[in-house]
């Protein structure tokens, strides 16, 4: 049953994948000869190793469920033990204890490049997820300008550091440690003063809302030279430093001290989410995202909780700005839509509602990110950002590391019960 039409179509459809990843992987084209580059690239020898792959690919799907099966029999002996061991009373305190340990050792062993990348891209954008993770994967809104409240926190610490940073600044300056909370309480206001006109809206619209503020914000921060200094950015804003009780530490240039005071911070964060998603909260945020119109109707106070969602989820935000702000120089295109776009992905990939999820999604996706800095040029990278989130999506739509209510939902949605739509689409029927 090799060669019915229906497997035909298939192995067409994955042939033209096969080229089509052939030219995107080969020479960049010009404006003047767009179309010989993927020329050149199609009539390179390399071009037999894509369609080898698109065959061999082929064979797997087609002998997919004999080759699962005999892998079920050969790992059994395995996963049964195994499955044993995780399912016993304790077990995932003993895998989080070792991840952990991993991300302790992982700086000592690679370049200074990667250690700046830990802090910067998968540090940073660890805690951007885990607040966002609150919002979308807790509460079922999805917010696309969520990189707007890191702006605010960037650009609070700014405000309150340095008199030299921007040109409209405090007439005192504070140590980047007392604006953490000044930074937090900001961002929380600015995700209430959002959220409480927008949040009546669901889905689709709120989403539209939310692009719009990220948008503002983006462009305030471009076009007001006097207050932000524009598109030039913000210099000299002063690194951490500790001075209390004799004790005198500066922040420096070395990543390390930062990569281990943010994994300090992304701990505390998932501990205090974690006793949270348990909390009466968190069950009333999981009955939003299931059904806000029943979950009004059994007295849940959903406004108010949604309201809080944002607050919460901002408020990471602006706590992750001041610690990016205290690391290095920024300037607007730092908050772009695509920097927002890239926070929503990170949260998908990972599993929405997991909290490892989200920090281990930003860790690969941020991973393949450094691996492509020196081997893809920049205007083709996102191309494999985009293949990799679709081939997720396709055979693991929960995630990476999924939540055990994600998991759920995605079965029963492949068993034709219910729908696997966590974020907050209008029932049938009802008003946006």
Do not use: C
């Not at 952990?100 to 660890?126: E, F």
């Amino acid at each position: 049953m090799l060669f019915t039409p229906a497997r035909l179509r298939q192995l067409g459809a994955l042939v033209l994948v096969g080229l089509l990843a052939a030219v995107v992987t080969g020479p960049t084209g010009n404006s003047d000869e767009p179309l010989q580059a993927a020329w050149d690239s199609i009539a390179d020898p390399r071009i037999v190793l894509f369609l080898i792959l698109a065959v061999a690919l082929w064979v797997v799907l087609v002998l997919w469920a004999e080759l699962r099966g005999v892998l079920t029999r050969l790992t059994a002996p395995v996963r049964a033990p195994v499955g044993a061991a995780y399912g016993r009373r304790g077990a995932p305190i003993v895998l989080n204890v070792v991840l952990l340990a991993i991300a302790i050792i992982a700086p000592q062993v690679v370049s200074t490049a990667a250690q700046q990348s830990m802090v910067t891209d998968i540090g940073i954008y660890a805690l951007l997820a885990l607040g966002l993770n609150v919002v979308v994967g807790y509460a079922g809104l999805l917010d696309l300008g969520y990189i707007a409240f890191f702006a605010i926190g960037a650009y609070t610490t700014a405000y309150f550091t340095s008199q030299s940073a921007m040109p409209w600044h405090a007439p005192f300056t504070l140590n980047p440690f007392f604006v953490f909370p000044i930074a937090l309480v900001l961002a929380a206001l600015a995700g209430v003063i959002l959220g409480a006109p927008t949040l009546r809206l669901r889905g689709d619209y709120l989403a539209i809302v939310t692009l719009g503020f990220g948008e503002i914000i983006h462009l305030v921060a471009n076009n007001a030279d006097g207050i932000t200094n524009g598109a030039r950015g913000a210099f000299g804003v002063p690194h951490l430093s500790v001075h209390l009780l004799g004790l005198d530490y500066t922040w420096g240039i070395d990543p390390k001290p930062y990569y281990y005071l943010l994994l300090a911070i992304v701990v505390l964060v998932m501990i205090a989410f974690g006793r949270l998603e348990r909390s009466r909260i968190g069950r009333a945020w999981a009955a939003i995202r299931e059904d806000e119109v029943a979950a009004e109707a059994t007295g849940v106070a959903t406004l108010r909780l949604k309201l809080l969602a944002f607050a919460i989820g901002a408020s990471v935000s602006g706590f992750a700005g001041v610690m990016f702000a205290s690391k290095q120089f920024f300037n607007p295109q730092s908050f772009s839509l695509q920097a927002s776009f890239f926070v929503v992905a990170v949260v998908i990939f990972g599993g929405m509602g997991s909290r490892l999820g989200v920090v281990v999604g930003a860790v690969v996706l941020q991973g393949l990110a450094f691996y492509l800095r020196d081997k893809v040029e920049p205007a083709d990278r996102y191309i494999y950002f985009g293949a990799v989130i679709v081939i997720m999506m396709i055979f693991r739509p929960q995630g990476l590391v999924p939540s055990r209510r994600r998991r759920r939902e995605i079965e029963l949605s492949e068993a034709g019960i219910g729908s696997a739509d966590s974020l907050g689409s209008a029932p049938a029927g009802g008003r946006p």
